[in-house]
């Protein structure tokens, strides 16, 4: 679906001033809308200038993908960023979410945040005067999850029919995947040790998203849900924060790499995804990584383009 600029504009007006936390805040067609801009920009077929506009970054984790992306869509677009560390601001000594959200507010235009409580996030949101990205919680990772269905859009055309099968950790990343999916129409099977499914709550959330459009399962067999896949994707064991669990972890998910006997059930055209930094030898086998690492770096490059298509909606630039 090739959508003109003026229907693209249109799709994405409501979304001026909106803050972007999970990707049940945005529809089908702004979806799309997103996708359709991102690409034009890419392709360099669409310039858009909104003049000085300032992007502070308040990140409580690492990140190289995220931090960086976002500095450069900012600067494409003719703004700039200010980097706001932890440790460089009150907020590591305590101020509250309150009164640093209304502060930021009156010298930023728009704030992404990375932080562990989802909560923490939407506090900033019911403060800030501001639009406020979620540059990944403990819950979601609403920017990485556009940036993945851009690279199955490339490559595949269209949704329509297609299987996604996430293998691993019930995590942010296959929280998003899942919500962004069953809102895009795509099956969405996740394949978790037990105990290490998603949160019942999202689950819910996305199958009623989905309706009776796509199928969302939950299993604890990743052989019964590679089966078919057009695209596998997945992540790491250990999350940021989860540092102390990793080795026992590992034991937890023997069975759940990615490697090529789990890739010989899948689609004969699959594809495999993985929102990176990426622990060879754990969640994806190095040959498995190589062999896809084309498509896993234009993921990762496609981070700055749906981000650049986020950043002029929600401040209003179309
Ligand atoms: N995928 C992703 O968010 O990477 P970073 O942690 O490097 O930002
Ligand atoms: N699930 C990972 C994603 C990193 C981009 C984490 O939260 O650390």
Same mark, same amino acid.
């Given at each position: 679906?090739?959508?003109?600029?003026?229907?693209?504009?249109?799709?994405?007006?409501?979304?001026?001033?909106?803050?972007?936390?999970?990707?049940?805040?945005?529809?089908?067609?702004?979806?799309?809308?997103?996708?359709?801009?991102?690409?034009?920009?890419?392709?360099?077929?669409?310039?858009?200038?909104?003049?000085?506009?300032?992007?502070?970054?308040?990140?409580?984790?690492?990140?190289?993908?995220?931090?960086?992306?976002?500095?450069?869509?900012?600067?494409?677009?003719?703004?700039?960023? +200010?980097?706001? %560390?932890?440790?460089?601001?009150? @907020?590591?000594? $305590?101020?509250? #979410?309150?009164? =640093?959200?209304?502060?930021? &507010?009156?010298?930023?235009?728009?704030?992404?945040?990375?932080?562990?409580?989802?909560?923490?996030?939407?506090?900033?949101?019911?403060?800030?005067?501001?639009?406020?990205?979620?540059?990944?919680?403990?819950?979601?990772?609403?920017?990485?999850?556009?940036?993945?269905?851009?690279?199955?859009?490339?490559?595949?055309?269209?949704?329509?029919?297609?299987?996604?099968?996430?293998?691993?950790?019930?995590?942010?990343?296959?929280?998003?995947?899942?919500?962004?999916?069953?809102?895009?129409?795509?099956?969405?099977?996740?394949?978790?040790?037990?105990?290490?499914?998603?949160?019942?709550?999202?689950?819910?959330?996305?199958?009623?998203?989905?309706?009776?459009?796509?199928? +969302?399962?939950? %299993?604890?067999?990743?052989?019964? @849900?590679?089966? $078919?896949?057009? #695209?596998?994707? =997945?992540?790491?064991?250990? &999350?940021?924060?989860?540092?102390?669990?990793?080795?026992?972890?590992?034991?937890?998910?023997?069975?759940?790499?990615?490697?090529?006997?789990?890739?010989?059930?899948?689609?004969?055209?699959?594809?495999?995804?993985?929102?990176?930094?990426?622990?060879?030898?754990?969640?994806?086998?190095?040959?498995?990584?190589?062999?896809?690492?084309?498509?896993?770096?234009?993921?990762?490059?496609?981070?700055?383009?749906?981000?650049?298509?986020?950043?002029?909606?929600?401040?209003?630039?179309?």
């Amino acid at each position: 679906m090739d959508l003109s600029s003026q229907s693209i504009s249109s799709q994405l007006s409501n979304l001026n001033g909106c803050d972007y936390i999970s990707c049940s805040d945005l529809k089908s067609e702004q979806i799309s809308a997103l996708l359709e801009l991102a690409t034009q920009l890419k392709k360099g077929n669409r310039r858009i200038d909104l003049g000085n506009r300032v992007l502070g970054l308040l990140f409580s984790k690492a990140s190289t993908r995220t931090r960086v992306s976002f500095q450069v869509a900012i600067a494409r677009l003719g703004g700039q960023t +200010i980097d706001l %560390s932890l440790q460089a601001t009150q @907020v590591g000594r $305590g101020e509250p #979410v309150r009164d =640093t959200a209304r502060v930021l &507010s009156r010298y930023c235009d728009v704030l992404a945040i990375r932080t562990y409580s989802n909560d923490e996030i939407l506090n900033y949101a019911k403060w800030a005067s501001i639009p406020i990205i979620n540059a990944l919680t403990d819950l979601e990772h609403p920017c990485q999850a556009l940036a993945d269905f851009l690279t199955i859009k490339e490559v595949f055309g269209s949704f329509d029919g297609l299987k996604l099968s996430y293998i691993g950790d019930g995590n942010n990343v296959a929280n998003s995947l899942m919500i962004c999916g069953a809102i895009l129409g795509v099956d969405v099977h996740i394949a978790s040790p037990k105990g290490f499914e998603p949160l019942s709550l999202i689950i819910k959330q996305a199958k009623a998203l989905a309706g009776s459009a796509s199928r +969302i399962e939950i %299993s604890n067999d990743p052989l019964e @849900v590679v089966e $078919g896949a057009h #695209v596998v994707y =997945t992540d790491v064991w250990a &999350s940021m924060g989860q540092e102390k669990e990793q080795l026992q972890r590992k034991d937890s998910f023997q069975g759940f790499t990615v490697d090529k006997s789990l890739m010989a059930k899948s689609h004969k055209d699959s594809i495999v995804l993985h929102c990176l930094p990426a622990h060879r030898g754990e969640e994806i086998s190095e040959e498995v990584f190589e062999s896809n690492a084309s498509k896993i770096f234009d993921q990762a490059e496609n981070r700055l383009h749906v981000q650049q298509a986020l950043l002029a909606a929600l401040l209003g630039g179309l």
